[in-house]
């Protein structure tokens, strides 16, 4: 995906977007992963996001626990703001940090040491990893779905979610069925969206749009 565009189908209602953060520094130790900032590029190109996708605005938006998040939510801000059009900082959403997280930082941080990024990622996804460490994919994927759908349920303008790389993978290969080994990691400020269109509920990712059937509960 351009960093500086996310193409949205033609749609009367509101959308909810859920994107990377911004580009940061390179992670050297798992251990500081959290920790570090956007660079300059990132803030640049979270500016030139907010200015494309301001012919949607009105925009509410939120972000992870995680600073760079924040970051990133604010320099889009700034970009929607830029252009003469409407945007909020609405403050942070716990669940787009790591709500699937359910054992501690260190525990995770060693097994990704031992096996690798995409291989940890791998085992996550395929349910060969401890429920006591980290949730299922489809409990996960649900977590992170129910965010988008509440917000497009309760509010009256679009809304823009800035998280991380594990909640696009989840989304993407729960619901598009798009393993990282095949199409790679999710690119920053790559994300996806979702929309009601005739009572029913659709999420997108690049040029691919699914429809999404909800429990009853």
Request: negative net charge.
């Amino acid at each position: 995906m351009n960093t500086t565009s996310i193409n949205l189908p033609d749609n009367s209602g509101s959308f909810a977007i859920m994107l990377r953060h911004a580009e940061r520094f390179p992670i050297h130790n798992m251990a500081d992963a959290l920790n570090l900032p956007l660079t300059s590029k990132g803030k640049n190109d979270a500016y030139l996001l907010g200015q494309n996708l301001a012919r949607y605005s009105p925009f509410t938006i939120y972000h992870s626990p995680v600073p760079r998040c924040r970051e990133t939510a604010d320099s889009i801000r700034e970009g929607i703001l830029s252009v003469n059009q409407q945007a909020t900082l609405e403050g942070l959403v716990l669940d787009l940090g790591g709500p699937y997280i359910t054992g501690n930082w260190e525990a995770i941080v060693s097994s990704i040491e031992q096996m690798g990024h995409a291989g940890f990622v791998r085992k996550w996804f395929d349910n060969e990893l401890p429920s006591n460490l980290i949730m299922s994919l489809p409990k996960a994927a649900h977590i992170q779905l129910m965010i988008l759908v509440n917000q497009l349920r309760s509010h009256k303008t679009s809304t823009i979610n800035v998280t991380h790389d594990w909640n696009i993978m989840i989304m993407r290969e729960y619901y598009f069925k798009f393993r990282h080994e095949e199409i790679g990691d999710p690119d920053y400020l790559d994300g996806v969206y979702a929309f009601f269109n005739n009572g029913k509920l659709h999420i997108g990712y690049h040029e691919h749009v699914r429809t999404i059937t909800l429990p009853d509960n």
